[in-house]
């Protein structure tokens, strides 16, 4: 009786330790939004049915991916992952559409949820930060909110200026 008594206690304390809120460094987030195409690239605005993956921009270029999937008729992704610094989706349609997601505890403590339409500048603005991480120019926790908003308004300001052809890798 007594032995019952104490695994009940014991199985207790541990579903109300997970239950209790706290992340243990160990929570879960909901990323979502949707894929745009470039204006004149595919037959819809949106990339539809497209596969995507999700990077944990801290992690070793081979060991980036955490998480894959596969855009819905709209052109939307949705995914959990476990929160990380900064992470960046990338969809494979017609061209590479792309973004980067701030996804730290100092951005958004309270937040599971992160929503973001990714379109052309936010693709250039990956690019960027991407290639700055993995040549050592930046480190991930410098790639945060603030540095990527900033990113995508030097990228709004290239695409502006034209000269930008998202069919060929290297013009990106």
Do not use: H
Not at 13 to 33: M, P, Q, V
Not at 103 to 128: G, H, V
């Amino acid at each position: 009786m007594r032995y019952r008594t104490i695994t009940a206690l014991f199985l207790t304390l541990l579903i109300f330790a997970g239950c209790d809120g706290s992340s243990g460094g160990n929570d879960s987030i909901l990323l979502e939004g949707t894929a745009l195409l470039p204006p004149g690239i595919g037959e819809s605005e949106a990339a539809r049915e497209a596969p995507f993956e999700v990077w944990d921009l801290s992690k070793p270029q081979a060991q980036r991916v955490i998480a894959e999937g596969i855009t819905d008729g709209e052109g939307r992704y949705s995914v959990r992952i476990s929160r990380a610094l900064t992470v960046a989706v990338v969809v494979f349609a017609d061209v590479r559409v792309s973004g980067l997601i701030d996804t730290s505890e100092e951005t958004a403590p309270d937040s599971a949820l992160f929503s973001k339409t990714f379109e052309m500048k936010t693709d250039l603005a990956c690019e960027a930060g991407v290639t700055a991480l993995d040549e050592e120019a930046l480190e991930v926790r410098a790639l945060n909110a603030l540095r990527i908003a900033n990113l995508e308004k030097a990228a709004q300001i290239v695409l502006a200026e034209g000269g930008v052809d998202f069919t060929n890798p290297a013009s990106v």
